[in-house]
């Protein structure tokens, strides 16, 4: 199965793209499925009114979820509320009712990735196309299930959980279930998700696209999104640059539209020379209906691709031999030295890289060496580790690539 996620800066078109993606892979007989929490501007872009949280046929072979983020929050919680009953009950806490249930913020953000997992685990498609948030909030959200698997490991390590053999002794002397078995079993269910929610994400089939208008700040906006992708391991497989208006017109105005989206353009090919950049025109209005996405799918626009690298981007470089040192090599894009950032924190590394920061737990080999610099070349994060002669082994080679 194929996954590909549309965002990019805000305004830039990405429902749209999505819709003519997932329309130009029906077209080629896949089975597509396109989801998407923006139901009004998705339901004008189709020409259909989507339904939430089912699946509306658009035409054959093609399908679109609307996500209830509502009402997957008021389904969670009365769940959570059910579960912690007991434990509700000892705090004298009064439970609350459906309709007085309103979304917190974020719910989105979870509402997405269950939809994700569900519909990746069903076997049904063979395309999922996702029209995502904005990019910063995309990479955030991409972030996640790693991220809140690490909490629930240093909140509530699993080592710990083999005390809950007292707790049932302990909850028929209290005559209730004991809050901290519910917790762990809360965890359990918490860490089952994310961990296949992440197993989806970081899939070799599943990529990002970028779309962005052909404007001025176009390059800026896009330089630390992709770094930010590339900071979480995830492969940007194309940029799509939107709305571009002929060349060659006699009019002053569109002749001066077409040379700066001409330059701009220049200027993306230039920063991202292995990215394939494709151009959609500009059709003088915003497509409607599913006639007027098949303009936009003969192009490059509709092109689903090749599913692009696969695996750990993040590698180990064995140069012991000749320089005494492990480079741990991490492909960063579009990333600059202002806003780059690189901590230690005893077996883990912190890569931050502008407004992103990541976690990663060091290899085996890397933990028993000391960090002795690092630099930026060619959109690589080079950090280099020296052996430490006090924990290396004075016998054997390790494997440099060995990781927890």
Not at 57 to 65: E, M, N, Q, S, T
Not at 230 to 239: C, E, K, N, P, V
Not at 355 to 367: D, G, H, K, Q
Request: aromatic share 4%.
């Amino acid at each position: 199965m194929q996954t590909v996620l549309f965002t990019g800066p805000g305004g830039a078109g990405r429902t749209t793209l999505a819709a003519a993606t997932a329309l130009a892979g029906a077209r080629r007989g896949a089975r597509v499925l396109l989801l998407t929490t923006g139901g009004e501007a998705a339901g004008a872009v189709l020409g259909t009114a989507l339904a939430a949280d089912a699946a509306t046929p658009i035409v054959p072979g093609l399908y679109a979820r609307r996500i209830d983020s509502g009402d997957r929050f008021r389904q969670e919680f009365l769940a959570f509320q059910e579960r912690a009953g007991a434990a509700l009950d000892l705090l004298g806490a009064a439970p609350l009712d459906e309709d007085e249930l309103t979304e917190l913020p974020g719910s989105e953000t979870f509402a997405l990735l269950h939809a994700l997992r569900t519909e990746h685990a069903s076997g049904a498609w063979d395309l999922l196309v996702l029209d995502m948030p904005p990019a910063a909030e995309t990479i955030r959200l991409l972030a996640l299930p790693a991220q809140a698997r690490r909490y629930l490991r240093r909140l509530l390590p699993p080592e710990r959980q083999a005390a809950r053999a007292l707790r049932p002794v302990l909850a028929q002397l209290a005559g209730v279930p004991m809050p901290a078995q519910k917790l762990y079993e809360a965890a359990d269910r918490w860490e089952r998700e994310l961990a296949a929610v992440q197993r989806v994400i970081e899939a070799p089939g599943t990529r990002v696209r970028l779309v962005t208008d052909a404007g001025p700040l176009a390059l800026a906006q896009l330089r630390p999104l992709r770094a930010g992708l590339a900071l979480y391991g995830r492969h940007t497989d194309a940029i799509v640059v939107n709305r571009l208006v002929p060349t060659g017109s006699a009019d002053p105005f569109l002749a001066a539209l077409s040379g700066g989206q001409q330059t701009a353009l220049k200027a993306l090919r230039e920063e991202f020379p292995d990215v394939p950049v494709h151009e959609v025109p500009h059709l003088g209005r915003d497509p409607q209906g599913v006639e007027e996405l098949d303009e936009l799918i003969d192009g490059p626009a509709g092109e689903i691709g090749d599913t692009g690298p696969g695996g750990d981007p993040w590698t180990v470089e064995d140069r012991l031999a000749a320089d005494g040192i492990l480079l741990w090599r991490v492909p960063l894009p579009g990333a600059r030295r202002e806003g780059l950032g690189l901590v230690r924190r005893g077996d883990e590394i912190v890569v931050t890289v502008g407004p992103f920061r990541r976690i990663r737990t060091l290899p085996s080999a890397l933990r028993r060496c000391s960090v002795s610099g690092a630099g930026l070349h060619d959109g690589v994060l080079d950090i280099r580790f020296t052996p430490d002669p006090g924990l290396w082994p004075r016998s054997g080679a390790a494997d440099p690539g060995e990781s927890s």
